[in-house]
T-cell receptor
Framework: NAGVTQTPKFQVLKTGQSMTLQCAQD?????MYWYRQDPGMGLRLIYY???????DKGEVPNGYNVSRLNKREFSLRLESAAPSQTSVYFC??????????????????FGPGTRLTVL | AQSVSQHNHHVILSEAASLELGCNYS??????LFWYVQYPGQHLQLLLK??????LVKGIKGFEAEFIKSKFSFNLRKPSVQWSDTAEYFC???????????FGAGTRLTVKP
């Protein structure tokens, strides 16, 4: 199992350009997440998808869109990149143990990250 | 919304010293608590988690954490650190009522050989 994979690993954009970060997991997890990591601020949730077909805003969704393409894949799109979006982006996934009530999710498994620089 | 505070931004220790990293959260109800570690250049990995039961939780690599509900705390401890423990440590909280997990700002640990 590869776990959670992300592409690309590095990206440099000019202000106003668009791009899509890709994430895939092979653990048959229901939920997937996108975070950004900035120095001194820890990880902040951008968007998440509790299950295939659903997406919800997290703590810092402005300037981003997401697509849960299928159970395995969850992409993050920057329509018009800004320098403030320079960050390291992490995708994560988690499972909900069968037979447990909603909310009893297991821990999250993280991808290797994408380092994005917007000039 | 719930939030997490990690008051130590950077901790420097010598090998074999004992470690305690503070984590406090703000939420009045039932919580799930996690400690993640990020080694230099790597992604986050789970150290340990608390969902319910025994408030003293043991994780990988000799780490443990104690959940003290009255203090809203979940401090991470290790009796004797090694140079290989140099990393950034993140405390995180999730409430069972939603799917949103909040992370603290992280504590950078440097262990001198």
């Amino acid at each position: 199992n590869a776990g959670v994979t992300q592409t690309p690993k590095f990206q440099v954009l000019k202000t106003g350009q668009s791009m899509t970060l890709q994430c895939a997991q092979d653990m048959n997890h229901n939920s997937m997440y996108w975070y950004r990591q900035d120095p001194g601020m820890g990880l902040r949730l951008i968007y998440y998808s509790a299950s295939e077909g659903t997406t919800d805003k997290g703590e810092v969704p402005n300037g981003y869109n997401v697509s849960r393409l299928n159970k395995r894949e969850f992409s993050l799109r920057l329509e018009s990149a800004a320098p403030s979006q320079t960050s390291v982006y992490f995708c994560a996934s988690s499972a909900r143990p069968s037979g447990t009530p909603r909310g009893s999710y297991n821990e999250q498994f993280f991808g290797p990250g994408t380092r994005l620089t917007v000039l | 919304a719930q939030s997490v505070s990690q008051h130590n931004h950077h901790v420097i220790l010598s090998e074999a010293a004992s470690l305690e990293l503070g984590c406090n959260y703000s939420y009045g109800g039932t919580v799930n608590l996690f400690w993640y570690v990020q080694y230099p250049g790597q992604h986050l990995q789970l150290l340990l988690k608390y969902f319910s039961g025994d408030p003293l939780v043991k994780g990988i690599k000799g780490f443990e954490a104690e959940f003290i509900k009255s203090k809203f705390s979940f401090n991470l401890r290790k009796p004797s650190v090694q140079w290989s423990d140099t990393a950034e440590y993140f405390c995180a909280i999730r409430t069972p009522s939603n799917n949103d997990m909040r992370f603290g700002a992280g504590t950078r640990l440097t262990v001198k050989p």
